[in-house]
């Protein structure tokens, strides 16, 4: 049950795209169909972004979008906005109803 | 309205016990599956736990098997976590967090509730 591998910042001027990679193993990402993307801001509750690697849940601006190619998962967002910089996760089903998160990364609006 | 309530953190030493709970309201709870996850700012986001919509499929992260013990009150529309044997490394913010059947990613999560181990 290790974590998965994310990059621990990103950053972007408004209006520019960033990606987020979330690495793992075939028997995480690679096994299963079932990434997830949290956003987090400061004090607050995680928030699901992205489910099933490339849905959006109802209200989620469609500037977020997700992706899977092998072990490696990507969340990027375009057009970047101010409210955009917070802490996003992503996490995988692992089997075994397991479930395992990444290690974070810090996305900044410059 | 989707409310998630935990309560029962708290500071305790090394070596005891606590409850968390984790209550719900707003929509039915019995058909959901639940699960725990911790935080902390060195590791991030961890997952705890997870128990079915009756109780009877439950699962732990390795690094709490056998110390915590997830459990459910459809009655009450509570979920709890006990937590025995509690360590230094076990010192986080834990939230509780849902999952519809069948959408295996967490929708709503509660606002998450400290838990400090220490001498």
């Known amino acids: 049950q290790s974590a998965l591998t994310q990059p621990r910042s990103v950053s972007g001027s408004p209006g520019q795209s960033v990606t987020i990679s979330c690495t793992g193993t075939n028997s995480d990402i690679g096994g299963y169909n079932y990434v997830s993307w949290y956003q987090q801001h400061p004090g607050k509750a995680p928030k699901v972004m992205i489910y099933d690697v490339t849905k959006r849940p109802s209200g989620v601006p469609d500037r977020f979008s997700g992706s899977k190619s092998g072990n490696t998962a990507s969340l990027t967002i375009s057009g970047l906005q101010a409210e955009d910089e917070a802490d996003y996760y992503c996490?995988?089903?692992?089997?075994?109803?397991?479930?395992?998160f990444g290690t974070g990364t810090s996305v900044t609006v410059l | 309205e989707v409310q998630l309530v935990e309560s029962g953190g708290g500071l305790v030493q090394p070596g005891g016990s606590l409850r968390l709970s984790c209550a719900a309201s707003?929509?039915?709870?019995?058909?959901?599956?639940w699960h725990w996850v911790r935080q902390t700012p060195e590791e991030g986001l961890v997952w705890v736990s997870r128990?079915?919509?009756?109780?009877?499929?439950?699962t732990y992260a390795d690094s709490v098997k056998g110390r915590f013990t997830i459990s459910r009150d459809n009655a009450k529309n509570t979920l709890y976590l006990q937590m025995n044997s509690l360590r230094v490394e076990d010192t986080a913010l834990y939230f509780c967090?849902?999952?519809?059947?069948?959408?295996?990613?967490?929708?709503?999560w509660g606002q998450g509730i400290l838990v400090s181990v220490s001498s």
């Open positions: 128990i079915n919509p009756d109780g009877s499929t439950i």
């Open positions: 707003g929509f039915t709870f019995s058909i959901y599956w």
């Open positions: 996490c995988s089903f692992a089997g075994a109803y397991i479930y395992v």
């Open positions: 967090a849902r999952v519809t059947s069948g959408q295996p990613h967490l929708d709503y």
